[in-house]
């Protein structure tokens, strides 16, 4: 068993006690693969949380529990870790539990800054580099089944890996995701963004219509997000070990 630190806590409990959703707005963000696994993720821009407690939506397995088994990169599985005491107020929702999120996220390794701009907006710059030998997600909450993933990277067999980006898209299950909300057609209309995959490993599959093309440091998928973005930023590599 993991124990998460108690900066976890910070953003779990952003999910926990207001019941939130979170979705991206105005972002950029790019993940680098090596041949050899080793990798570099990094977004900046908005993160937008929706209180579906507000909207009479109350997100499975609230209760969770403080450990997880298992590991990831970064503040990638994001267990419901925090408690009551974690805020000032005990109210989630309200500006002075928002911006106490803030803080402690700003405080975590990986967040290179962390802002809260008001009405449940943080401006993120997160990055994160290791090696891929798990899976890495970022963010991600499996207590709360209703907040899907930005971004997830899988290891598939003992050379491949499956990078597909849910988060950067509105074609997912609207039964389980934002659009299922109310207010969910606030954050699909908030979709504002580019997801760039560089690697030098054999890029198996993509769907991004213009392909590929070469960089300096190999390959590059470059996929533009806007509310119309219906397919899901996905690509399969294979890798060298």
């Not at 952003?14 to 090596?34: E, K, N, Q, Y």
């Not at 659009?179 to 908030?190: E, H, L, R, S, T």
Request: aromatic content about 8%; glycine content about 10%.
């Amino acid at each position: 068993m993991t124990r998460l630190p108690r900066s976890f806590g910070a953003l779990a409990g952003l999910m926990l006690l207001s019941a939130c959703l979170v979705t991206p707005g105005r972002f950029d963000s790019s993940l680098d693969i090596r041949a050899d696994g080793q990798f570099t993720f990094s977004y900046k821009g908005e993160i937008l949380a929706a209180d579906s407690m507000k909207d009479g939506v109350i997100p499975p397995g609230m209760g969770g529990e403080d450990d997880a088994d298992g590991a990831t990169a970064g503040p990638a599985l994001l267990q419901i870790a925090a408690k009551q005491d974690d805020f000032p107020s005990g109210k989630a929702g309200d500006e002075t539990d928002m911006r106490a999120i803030a803080d402690a996220l700003s405080k975590e390794k990986g967040f290179r800054s962390v802002r809260y701009l008001g009405s449940r907006k943080f401006a993120i710059d997160y990055a994160v580099s290791g090696r891929l030998t798990h899976a890495f997600l970022f963010p991600f909450n499996t207590d709360a089944q209703i907040i899907l993933p930005f971004v997830a990277v899988e290891l598939r067999g003992d050379d491949r890996v499956r990078v597909k980006a849910p988060g950067f898209s509105n074609g997912f299950d609207k039964s389980q995701g934002p659009a299922g909300m109310a207010g969910g057609n606030d954050a699909a209309k908030a979709l504002d963004g580019r997801f760039t995959l560089t690697t030098d490993a054999e890029i198996v599959s993509q769907n991004q219509e213009d392909g590929a093309r070469t960089v300096p440091a190999g390959r590059q998928i470059v996929w533009t997000i806007t509310p119309a973005t219906s397919d899901a930023p996905a690509a399969s590599l294979r890798l060298q070990r």
